[in-house]
């Protein structure tokens, strides 16, 4: 009775630990190819700390948008860090990523989002509702070589920054002008109305 009971626990912890998990730093500052997030009109690092990044990820390889939003599940997020000043800043530093059901081996496709939260300038507390954003590409990341590596690591192993990307994230930012003419619109609209 004994032998069987320890056989059945052994049994329930090979099955548990047959699904794994593997973990990652959400962090370009760490990362190989150290990409920053930039604005798109000019070029320039992100240094606003109400900019907002979040990290999505799917098990598997996803070349196309469509396939990706399909399997994709929403990861940490965090802010862009001023500490970071190298070559300008657009850097960021957030929690480890956890990947569930992960295991050696397998391709993990990620993409990060990101979007201005102050309505300042020109942002909101959400990506869609922000008129600041941008999306990175798509990137696969593998195992890391060893446990001193870049790359997703066991979760046994402590977490290490990303190998092949993120990619330079790029924010697009509306024209003042923009802000301006539809200023202009509503009041021009708001006279009219009054003549009435």
């Given at each position: 009775?004994?032998?069987?009971?320890?056989?059945?626990?052994?049994?329930?912890?090979?099955?548990?630990t047959s699904y794994g998990q593997g973990v990652v730093q959400f962090n370009n500052y760490v990362s190989t190819t150290y990409q920053q997030v930039k604005y798109?009109?000019?070029?320039?690092?992100?240094?606003?700390?109400?900019?907002?990044?979040?990290?999505?990820?799917?098990?598997?390889?996803?070349?196309?948008?469509?396939?990706?939003?399909?399997?994709?599940?929403?990861?940490?997020?965090?802010?862009?860090?001023?500490?970071?000043?190298?070559?300008?800043?657009?850097?960021?530093?957030?929690?480890?990523?956890?990947?569930?059901?992960?295991?050696?081996?397998?391709?993990?496709?990620?993409?990060?989002?990101?979007?201005?939260?102050?309505?300042?300038?020109?942002?909101?507390?959400?990506?869609?509702?922000?008129?600041?954003?941008?999306?990175?590409?798509l990137w696969q990341e593998v195992g890391a070589a060893n446990a001193n590596a870049n790359g997703i690591q066991p979760a046994a192993?402590?977490?290490?920054?990303?190998?092949?990307?993120?990619?330079?994230?790029?924010?697009?930012?509306?024209?003042?002008?923009?802000?301006?003419?539809?200023?202009?619109?509503?009041?021009?609209?708001?006279?009219?109305?009054?003549?009435?």
């Amino acid at each position: 009775m004994k032998k069987t009971l320890a056989l059945a626990i052994l049994g329930l912890t090979a099955c548990a630990t047959s699904y794994g998990q593997g973990v990652v730093q959400f962090n370009n500052y760490v990362s190989t190819t150290y990409q920053q997030v930039k604005y798109q009109a000019n070029n320039a690092p992100v240094t606003s700390t109400t900019l907002e990044v979040q990290l999505f990820w799917a098990l598997g390889s996803f070349a196309d948008q469509a396939s990706f939003d399909g399997a994709k599940q929403a990861g940490v997020t965090t802010f862009i860090d001023p500490g970071f000043t190298f070559n300008g800043g657009g850097y960021y530093a957030g929690p480890n990523q956890t990947l569930a059901g992960w295991s050696a081996g397998q391709t993990v496709t990620f993409q990060v989002l990101g979007w201005e939260t102050s309505a300042a300038k020109g942002g909101a507390a959400t990506f869609g509702a922000s008129g600041a954003k941008g999306t990175s590409a798509l990137w696969q990341e593998v195992g890391a070589a060893n446990a001193n590596a870049n790359g997703i690591q066991p979760a046994a192993n402590p977490a290490k920054g990303f190998n092949v990307g993120p990619p330079t994230l790029l924010i697009a930012v509306p024209e003042p002008s923009i802000f301006a003419l539809s200023g202009l619109g509503a009041a021009a609209l708001m006279l009219f109305r009054r003549k009435k």
